[in-house]
């Protein structure tokens, strides 16, 4: 089992930043890919970014490349996700995900992981 703990969301103006974090734990193996997903009611939920932590291969949504940056703190199972020029249509609920073994086409999609975080509310206010 591997536990996932969200950190960093909250309330932000347009055009500001926000740095939410994930921290894994449990049996956690080498080599393993952590992404982050978003939600809004009502919708399906999306890929955002994703790292492979064998490597440091990072991966991005098209509405984030330029804005977002994901990265792994050394030596440890934490990934955050930096995210600049917010705007409102990056309000969401934003979920890490892991998983091992994660092929590169299936990276954005949620069938490549194998656990969840709880999620953390981001919201940008306009």
């Known amino acids: 089992q591997v536990q996932l703990r969200e950190s960093g969301g909250g309330l932000v103006q347009a055009g500001g930043s926000l740095r939410i974090s994930c921290a894994a734990s449990?049996?956690?193996?080498?080599?393993?890919?952590m992404s982050w997903f978003r939600q809004v009611a009502g919708k399906e939920r999306e890929f955002v970014a994703g790292?492979?932590?064998?490597?440091?291969?990072?991966y991005y949504a098209d509405s984030v490349k330029g804005r977002f940056t994901i990265s792994r703190e050394n030596g440890k199972s934490t990934v955050n996700l930096q995210m600049n020029r917010l705007n409102a249509e990056d309000t969401a609920v934003y979920y890490c995900a892991y998983g091992s073994g994660v092929i590169t086409s299936s990276i954005p999609h949620q069938f490549g992981y194998t656990y969840w975080g709880q999620g953390t509310q981001v919201t940008v206010s306009s």
């Open positions: 790292i492979r932590t064998r490597g440091g291969t990072t």
């Open positions: 449990g049996r956690i193996v080498s080599g393993f890919t």
